[in-house]
């Protein structure tokens, strides 16, 4: 636009004065660019204005939509600051040298070049500047700004001046929320865009955090009145805040418990945000593990164990049986970081949400549960852990109260394959004892639905599943190895049959 301007200002200057002798500094320096200088401030004012106005709806509108603290993200914005301080220093110039201009004993020559110089500019800088206010609210943009905000004054202030500690509570305390409002509004719109970025962002952000926890000053993590009467906190008991200070866990807290919030209003309405805040409530974990810090790792999985919770009371089974999978990674990943009683924890957990998923009628969260903990039983052989007999002893109660129910035993079905595949695993790694065991809780199986799971189980060859599924794979699927198991397996209870 600058080009274009002197372009065709030039062009049409040279062509009009081609037979006269003038410059372009006689033009500025004559008595007539000064009286040209009294129309200048209506120009800015009215520029200013049209500025104003757009700025002032469009972040209304972006605040109302997202969240109030668009407002003073914009206002703290140096980008923001500094083109409408230039239109107002601009508009104020040029009242005054059309001021000084005005008297007629001399030609404010610097003033009117300076002036047309600071006009020109404001007119050309107009629409950059509302293409980046545009971008600024964008709500993507937005969202990214806050975790930056957030993280940053986690890092300088409290390192730098642990007098600010409090303040900055608030500013965490706060940056949190609003990442949580975006969300919340973007599921009131159905964004799920942005619902689903912001959920992203909260799980970054308590991941970087845990990169600058090690470097923060004790108090820091004392539980204050600050913290005490947020609204996450406020209705805790004593011996609830006591243990959240003594293990330092407050931020992992207020950001767990906007996934809560988030995860109840988006179950069977936006099953994908349920599945973005599974995978980074594990990634939390995780990342809590590999900086040694077990006490928020433990913390993330009761929040897992809230989400089943929730699901299963809402009789979401899809969302179950993808949280299921992203809480088996965690417990494969407590195996691999050693963290034993983790695992042994979550393998329990998962009996537990499988038999009640099971007694409300969904029996396929008890099938799904009894497959992935088959998965983390072949973990824990292969890593040879110590509590490898334990997770199997978990594995072979999970259908116990379960068989009770006769009226949905065919639903257990599910569980004697998960528990076969086990055992073709043992075997294929000459574990003979190890798949006896199996055996041994199988005795008492009908010999018709012993012989159909058998046939099931060796007439599945196509290791994908035949429809889109999160996971991919089928369930019942053994490989080539395995499936050549089924008949030693099987053999065993066709010997008992005829030794009886």
């Given amino acids: 636009m600058t080009g274009m301007s002197l372009a ?13 002798d003038v410059s372009i500094r006689e033009l500025l320096h004559s008595p007539g660019a000064a009286n040209m200088m009294t129309s200048m401030p209506e120009v800015i004012a009215g520029l200013l204005g049209i500025t104003i106005s757009v700025v002032a709806i469009i972040v209304e509108l972006a605040a109302n939509r997202y969240t109030p603290h668009v407002t003073e993200l914009f206002i703290k914005s140096p980008v923001n600051t500094i083109v409408l301080g230039f239109f107002v220093v601009t508009g104020t110039l040029c009242i ?18 300076v002036s047309m110089a600071a006009v020109t500019c404001s007119l050309l800088i107009l629409i950059p500047y509302f293409i980046y ?30 007098q600010q500690v409090g303040h900055t509570k608030r500013r965490t305390l706060r940056g949190i929320e609003q990442l949580a409002d975006i969300a919340l509004n973007a599921i009131d719109h159905k964004d799920k865009g942005i619902c689903m970025h912001a959920a992203v962002s909260l799980g970054d952000l308590s991941r970087d955090y845990l990169g600058l926890k090690g470097n923060l000053p004790d108090i820091w993590f004392e539980m204050e009145t600050v913290l005490c009467d947020n609204a996450d906190f406020v209705s805790f008991e004593t011996v609830v805040i006591e243990a959240i200070e003594k293990k330092r866990t407050w931020v992992e807290m207020k950001v767990l418990r906007q996934y809560q919030m988030l995860y109840g209003e988006t179950l069977n309405k936006m099953r994908d945000i349920n599945y973005i805040i599974a995978i980074h409530t594990r990634k939390l974990a995780e990342k809590a593990l590999i900086a040694g810090d077990p006490s928020s790792a433990e913390l993330a999985q009761k929040f897992f164990n809230t989400y089943l919770r929730a699901t299963i009371n809402q009789r979401d089974v899809r969302t179950a049986y993808n949280v ?9 990943f407590a195996l691999e970081q050693g963290q034993w009683h983790l695992a042994v924890e979550i393998a329990e957990r998962f009996k537990y949400y499988g038999q009640l998923g099971f007694s409300q009628g969904m029996a396929f969260v008890l099938e799904t549960a009894a497959y992935d903990l088959c998965r983390v039983n072949e973990l824990a052989f292969d890593l040879d852990v110590p509590c490898r ?25 599910g569980v004697r394959k998960a528990q076969v595949k086990l055992a073709t695993y043992y075997l294929t790694h000459s574990q003979v004892d190890l798949a006896r ?15 159909s799971i058998h046939s099931e189980l060796a007439s599945i060859i196509q290791p994908d599943f035949w429809e889109i599924t999160d996971r991919g794979t089928n369930l019942d699927y053994l490989e080539p190895k395995r499936r050549e198991q089924l008949d030693v397996f099987f053999g065993w209870f066709k010997e008992r049959s005829q030794g009886a």
Avoid: C
């Fill in 133 to 162: 206010v545009f971008n600024f609210l964008n709500p993507h943009h937005i969202i990214n700004r806050m975790h930056d905000v957030t993280l940053k004054a986690i890092q300088t202030r409290v390192a730098a001046s642990p």
């Fill in 389 to 413: 007999d334990q997770m199997l002893a978990i594995f072979l109660e999970v259908d116990k109260k379960a068989e009770a129910d006769h009226a949905m035993e065919a639903s257990l079905r």
């Fill in 324 to 332: 299921l999978n992203q809480y088996r990674l965690l417990a494969e």
């Fill in 437 to 451: 065991i199996i055996f041994q809780d199988m005795e008492g199986e009908l010999t018709d639905r012993l012989e």
């Fill in 8 to 20: 065709v200002f030039l062009t049409t200057f040279f062509i009009d004065t081609a037979n006269l």
């Fill in 96 to 113: 005054w040298v059309s001021l000084a201009g005005s008297a007629g004993r001399y030609v404010p020559k610097m003033g009117v070049t």
